[in-house]
């Protein structure tokens, strides 16, 4: 089926920047949308980002337009989540997601099929 691995999370103060990172394997990677998602505590997980197979659209959650960016690059099978000026609303665990909807960017969970394990990120006020 497949695994999908993050890292880039941790601590930052309020402004800083962090660059996040879901490495791909045993998939074709280039043929799968790809998304960001978040679950802070004690709340729901939600739609932060999405990018289709080709990279040649994005979608973005209203509260991350402006300072974060989806990208990724096929050739490495990743995919990235530059995250700018943040806040502490930020704070949550970060999870990266595979779709088979190649040329979208679905923004429910139920269109994807394939889930990294999830990388914190805590954004300290």
């Known amino acids: 089926q497949g695994q999908l691995v993050e890292s880039g999370g941790g601590l930052v103060q309020a402004g800083g920047s962090l660059r996040l990172s879901c490495a791909a394997s045993?998939?074709?990677?280039?043929?799968?949308?790809m998304g960001w998602f978040r679950q802070a505590p004690g709340q729901e997980r939600e739609f932060v980002a999405a990018?289709?197979?080709?990279?040649?659209?994005?979608q973005y959650t209203g509260s991350v337009k402006g300072r974060f960016t989806i990208s990724r690059d096929n050739s490495k099978n990743t995919v990235y989540l530059q995250m700018n000026t943040l806040e502490a609303e930020d704070t949550a665990v970060y999870y990266c997601?595979?779709?088979?909807?190649?040329?979208?960017?679905?923004?429910?969970?139920?269109?994807?099929?394939?889930w990294g394990q999830g990388t914190q990120v805590t954004v300290s006020s």
């Open positions: 990018i289709t197979s080709t990279g040649s659209s994005t």
């Open positions: 997601a595979a779709s088979p909807l190649t040329y979208y960017t679905p923004t429910s969970a139920t269109s994807y099929n394939a």
């Open positions: 045993g998939r074709t990677f280039s043929g799968y949308a």
